[in-house]
């Protein structure tokens, strides 16, 4: 496995695999929902490219970007478990340059749910995913349907500007109390994970209701609203799965999402139905 830390070392090492290459972008702190990405990209290519790059264009200026956990050696282990090809780990300087051209997330998505709570987040993941695309060149790119929105929008930039890569959706992997795994749950005490089950729950709630029959969205955002009673929600939202409001669930085309703070920590949730 090797570790490169410049973009001169990424392309000389690239240029010695051979066939094809799965990409897996992460900002590192490797849990076993990156795991999942990492093993599907191993079966289904020649090489592996894990990069890990805690992205400052996406993080707002009152955001955790400083106490984002940072966990290098870990990483490593696990990438190295993985039979990881290459681990790209560049610092800022290296993907940033002070002038460049600006990308901007469609305007309809770009400030809506996520970009709503987080202005010009998804202009920064955009610009990440497009330079690191660009520069590992792969056959495919594995992103986790945990970030729908984020998934959604990487779909779209890589259908409308044409980009020759394979976008590979990866279910969300959750712990066996439903509590779906995400690098921040560590920010979580042993009461607000507790709490922080709730919304795997309201997801659950949700689902059971549309098994019974209920249609409405509206209805189906109250139940979602009414279980997460006592944490700080900030929506619950039935939506098509291109992310247009919806007032009817139709099944195979929906969305249910979920973000709500946890004392200081944000966590956001969601089920395709
Ligand atoms: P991150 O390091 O948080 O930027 O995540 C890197 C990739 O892993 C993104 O495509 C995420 O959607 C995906 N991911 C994060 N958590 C999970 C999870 N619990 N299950 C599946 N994919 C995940």
Known sequence: MKIV????????FKKELIGTIGLVPTMGALHNGHLSLIRKAKEQNDAVIVSIFVNPAQFGPNEDFNAYPR????????CKLCDVDIVFMPDASQIYNEIEPTIQAPASLAYILEGQMRPGHFDGVLRVVLKLLNLTMPTKAYFGKKDAQQLFLIENMVKTLFLPVEIVPMNIIREDDGLAISSRNIYLSHEER?????ISLALKNASQAIMK???????LEDIMSKTLCGLDVEYTKVLSRDFYSKDVVIIGETILLIAARVGKTRLIDNLWI
């Open 194 to 198: 507790n709490k922080a089950l709730l």
């Open 71 to 78: 966990k290098k050696e870990a990483d490593l282990k696990i």
């Open 5 to 12: 830390y410049t973009i001169n070392e990424l392309l000389a």
């Open 213 to 219: 029959g209920e249609r409405d969205a509206r209805v």
